[in-house]
């Protein structure tokens, strides 16, 4: 029998999306989702060696924490991140504790961040069809236009499972095909050739690297999410860098346990 989650207590998560890009019969158009607060069952899920083998930990958790009747497999990647800030700071509290190394001396620094005073990105919703995941963007430099959607979570899983499968074939050149391997889900068609053959071929061999980086920059700055950036300053040598709150199993799993 399943487990009623709802016997446990509850908060409301806002989403950065506002539900905005959902189809209006998809229960995530309501722009909120339901998460119940963790217990000691879903540490069992965090400490799962076969899990975080397998890199599915964190997506097993959100199953088991999430109460709205919701498809997962749908959400987005930039609400899923706020739905796993908000539960972290339901199960563990809201300073998180993380390691990172200096990228100017290699020092190793520890910091610790507030999670409840990161804010969501700003998005013009006002510019973009509601219920429509789909939009258009021009490269600077070919001109070409492509057809792109923001990334779900059945995307991510997809691009997790081949690029694991890709790893059989690359390892010995060392190429790390991750950014290929992710524009090919986020392309949706170019110059309206939906053809995902024509697509793919546009992505290995014709996607100019200047108009790959501005198109990467553009989703960054367009997608729906929260703002993991984080100022650090170097212990050792002062330097000052933005740098991305990790999102790990350690996110869940406080440096105080054993």
């Known amino acids: 029998m399943a487990e009623d989650k709802r016997k446990f207590p509850t908060e409301v998560v806002s989403l950065p999306s506002k539900g905005h890009f959902y189809p209006e019969d998809n229960p995530l ?50 609400d899923k991140n706020a739905v796993m800030v908000a539960t972290r700071v339901l199960g563990y509290g809201k300073d998180y504790a993380f390691e990172y190394d200096c990228p100017s001396c290699g020092a190793k620094n520890k910091d610790e961040v507030d999670l409840t005073v990161l804010e969501d990105k700003e998005v013009d919703f006002k510019k973009l069809e509601k219920g429509k995941n789909e939009f258009e963007f021009t490269l600077p430099s070919s001109k070409r236009n492509v057809t792109y959607k923001l990334l779900e979570q059945r995307d991510e899983k997809a691009i997790d499972s081949e690029l694991k499968a890709l790893k059989k074939f690359t390892k010995d050149s060392g190429v790390d095909p991750e950014i290929t391997t992710r524009l090919k889900r986020a392309i949706v068609a ?48 002062d330097h000052g860098e933005e740098v991305t709150v990790p999102m790990t199993v350690q996110f869940f799993w406080p440096s105080a346990r054993g």
Do not use: W
């Open 29 to 78: 158009s309501s722009g909120e989702v339901e998460v119940k607060y963790m217990t000691a069952k879903e540490e069992d899920i965090l400490t799962s060696q076969s899990l975080i083998r397998k890199g599915v930990v964190l997506d097993k958790l959100l199953e088991a924490l999430v109460v709205s009747d919701v498809n997962l497999d749908d959400i987005l990647i930039g």
């Open 190 to 237: 170019v110059d309206g050739n939906r053809e995902r053959k024509e697509v793919n071929d546009f992505v290995d061999n014709e996607f100019l690297s200047r108009d790959s980086l501005a198109f990467r920059e553009h989703l960054v700055d367009t997608t729906p999410d929260v703002d993991m950036i984080y100022n650090f300053e170097c212990e050792e040598c």
